[in-house]
């Protein structure tokens, strides 16, 4: 089993839609959680962290984290053909307390 | 804006010969971590330093190597390359320990393997 596992998709929806990305993780001990979000052939860039329980909103994103199901999610509120890119999980695990990344969700946002 | 800087953005080598990839960091960001991304993967860990010494490695073989210097730069060497290492490398810090505040990414560098 992976330690961080997303839909890898590629993930259409409507301009104006919200759209929905899902990540499960393996390490019960996790306690930070990220989204970063990857256009084609740039770096990664953070757009949310959450390391409680419940949602965090910060604009038309929503973080939403459920440790005991070992689950957190990105909601996009409103989206925009800008918000088409690959978007990577990443959770703290390890020993070294280094990120680890799940394969990414390719979202595309149709005008 | 990261303040996160890498070095060179792109590179092409030949099997066999060794590479020298650099970043610099904002001052205060003690933690580095490098990590290597295939194409239509997420990025894998390869190690990560703190305050000048390495605190974790990835599974990667011992001719990927690194350090950090006092003035929040880092490198990582790659000996005796291999084509499967074409990849782009990206360098990730943040200020305090390991894990304790979000990293954040330079550009990367884009190293091909012929």
């Known amino acids: 089993q992976k330690e961080v596992e997303q839909n890898s998709g590629p993930l259409s929806v409507p301009e104006g839609a919200i759209a929905s990305l899902n990540c499960t993780y393996s390490d019960r001990g996790s306690q930070s959680f990220f989204w970063y979000r990857q256009y084609s052939g740039k770096s990664p860039e953070l757009i949310m962290f959450?390391?409680?329980?419940g949602d965090k909103e910060d604009g038309r994103f929503t973080a939403q984290l459920n440790k005991a199901s070992q689950y957190v999610s990105l909601l996009i509120r409103d989206s925009q053909p800008s918000d088409s890119a690959t978007y990577l999980c990443?959770?703290?695990?390890?020993?070294?307390?280094?990120?680890?990344f799940g394969s990414g969700t390719q979202l595309t946002v149709l005008p | 804006e990261t303040g996160v800087t890498q070095s060179p953005t792109h590179l092409i080598k030949t099997r066999g010969q060794q590479v020298t990839l650099r970043c610099s960091s904002q001052?205060?960001?003690?933690?580095v971590s490098w990590y290597q991304q295939a194409l239509g993967q997420g990025p894998q860990f390869i190690f990560q330093?703190?305050?000048?010494?390495?605190?974790g490695r990835g599974n990667f073989p011992p001719r990927f190597s690194g350090l950090q210097f006092p003035n929040y730069s880092s490198e990582l060497n790659v000996n005796a390359l291999e084509l499967d290492d074409s990849a782009l490398y990206l360098c990730?810090?943040?200020?305090?320990?390991?894990?304790?505040?979000?990293?954040?990414f330079g550009d990367g560098t884009r190293l091909s393997i012929l």
């Open positions: 001052s205060g960001h003690n933690t």
């Open positions: 990443a959770v703290i695990a390890g020993s070294a307390r280094q990120l680890t």
């Open positions: 959450i390391y409680s329980n």
């Open positions: 990730a810090s943040s200020i305090g320990g390991p894990g304790t505040q979000p990293q954040h």
């Open positions: 330093y703190y305050r000048e010494e390495e605190n």
